[in-house]
């Protein structure tokens, strides 16, 4: 009697896998996304379990130190955010919403290399080879090391990768490669782990930096299956309104350095550049207003100088507004609530609403103490000083707490002209901005 064939369905969104159609994912909940797999997926599903006996452990004592090899970008900010470089052999995944110039730093970077004598592979599924180079010619790329190849089958872009010694390959984007092996659509969670794995291997073989670019859901994560961010070395993530001129790029994941450093780009007719005076994006003198305080954040290892605006406007009926732009709503909510409780402000008959400027998102909490005081000032109408800035984490029972790297925060302000820093407590520096120490929020009013 014949073997009866092994049926196996796979969901396209999460990945989840049932030997029956189901017309409702049971794992991601969503519906008529289980596409029956052909053998040789089955097949490949179980090559993958089997434990190759072959391999034997190895005492760690034994194992010999390998060295990483690392070459500049051209782009400085680029070298920042990777850990000092691309390193040969790796596979980057850049991710971003559209528009945001995720193809337009990579080709800008391709063509930096291509300057150097490095030969760049640049792979388009999405657009054609003219119109990259239009873009390339706007951004000053075109060079005779730089290789653009028009094409999504996997197999005839592996066949050019192994024609010539590329230092880099570009892959835009990952979604529009498809593997003839894989019956599914291109995009699916078979096609874009089977694609991955299969540049992992390109990568490390032939010691190709790869860099793959991913489109993102409208959640913000990156499309596919969630096993493409494991199997590559490193995941950044491309940040920034379209409508402006900054972008800012993090890393969420990197095997070759750390994780808490930013990229600062400006867009610019030439394309994104990085921005080395950050803070002058952020900040600028003027006159001081109500409703304006000064604070020192930090993005990785840099400072930046940034102004909190704040508006409180009396409300005559309905439920009062808490809006804020670049800050944490439910925080905002904290403090609004801590002012009320400690100093006794009416704030339930107020809109509240608060913005960063520049267009940043400030994710520490040292910008507690400015916050408040902007409130503070824009409820009193009481402008503070423009050569004051305010640093310092506020708790839920009112105490001001101390941040970290407080010395490169009052370097950054010496370099501004900055005379005076309100902060939880005085500092063991030579700096020459005065120093208050402020450690309720009560104490806050006596500064204002």
Same mark, same amino acid.
């Not at 009062?320 to 909510?333: Q, V």
């Given at each position: 009697m014949a073997k009866k064939p092994i049926t196996l369905f796979e969901c396209q969104h999460c990945g989840f896998q049932s030997s029956k159609w189901l017309g409702k994912c049971s794992s991601c909940g969503a519906w008529e996304s289980l596409v029956e797999l052909n053998g040789h997926q089955i097949q490949s599903l179980k090559d993958t379990k089997t434990l190759h006996t072959s391999t034997l452990a190895t005492p760690i004592t034994a194992i010999k130190h390998e060295s990483i090899i690392k070459f500049s970008s051209t782009q400085e900010e680029f070298d920042i955010v990777l850990g000092g470089g691309i390193a040969a052999g790796g596979l980057y995944l850049i991710g971003g919403s559209p528009g945001v110039g995720k193809s337009t730093l990579l080709l800008k970077v391709a063509g930096g290399l291509a300057k150097e004598g490095k030969k760049v592979l640049y792979v388009s599924g999405e657009e054609s080879a003219g119109q990259i180079k239009l873009r390339a010619q706007r951004l000053d790329c075109v060079e005779d090391n730089l290789f653009l190849l028009n094409e999504i089958d996997l197999n005839s872009i592996k066949a050019n990768l192994t024609t010539k010694a590329y230092a880099v390959c570009i892959i835009d984007s990952i979604q529009t490669i498809y593997s003839p092996q894989i019956t599914s659509a291109p995009g699916s969670i078979s096609q874009v782990r089977e694609i991955t794995f299969e540049l992992m291997r390109l990568a490390k073989e032939y010691n190709i930096a790869i860099f793959i670019i991913g489109h993102i859901t409208k959640e913000g994560s990156i499309a596919g299956p969630r096993v493409l961010e494991h199997m590559v070395d490193t995941v950044l993530y491309f940040e920034g309104d379209p409508s402006r001129e900054l972008r800012m790029l993090r890393g969420f994941k990197n095997r070759f350095g750390t994780t808490s450093e930013v990229g600062i780009f400006e867009m610019q007719d030439t394309g994104l550049i990085s921005a080395k005076n950050a803070s002058k994006m952020f900040f600028s003198h003027k006159q001081a207003m109500a409703g304006s305080a000064i604070t020192v954040v930090l993005e990785g290892s840099r400072a930046l100088v940034l102004e909190i605006q704040a508006l409180v406007s009396?409300?005559?009926?309905?439920?009062?507004?808490? @809006?804020?732009? /670049?800050?944490?709503?439910?925080?905002?909510?904290? =403090? =609004?609530?801590?002012?009320?409780?400690? #100093?006794?402000?009416?704030?339930? /008959?107020?809109?509240?609403?608060?913005?960063?400027? /520049? /267009?940043?998102? #400030?994710?520490?909490?040292?910008?507690? $103490?400015?916050?408040?005081?902007?409130? =503070?000032? @824009?409820?009193?109408?009481?402008? $503070? @000083?423009?050569?004051?800035?305010? #640093?310092g984490e506020v708790s839920l029972t009112g105490d001001i707490r101390e941040v970290s790297n407080i010395d490169l925060r009052l370097k950054e302000m010496e370099s501004y002209g900055f005379e005076k820093a309100i902060l939880p407590k005085k500092p063991n520096t030579k700096s020459p901005i005065k120093c208050f120490e402020a450690t309720e929020v009560t104490k806050i009013l006596d500064w204002m």
């Open positions: 009396e409300i005559s009926f309905g439920t009062p507004k808490r @809006s804020a732009t /670049g800050f944490d709503t439910n925080r905002l909510s904290m =403090l =609004l609530a801590l002012l009320e409780k400690k #100093i006794e402000i009416p704030l339930k /008959g107020y809109d509240v609403f608060v913005n960063v400027t /520049g /267009g940043i998102k #400030i994710t520490e909490t040292s910008a507690d $103490l400015a916050v408040i005081a902007s409130i =503070l000032s @824009s409820f009193k109408n009481r402008p $503070l @000083s423009n050569k004051t800035a305010f #640093i």
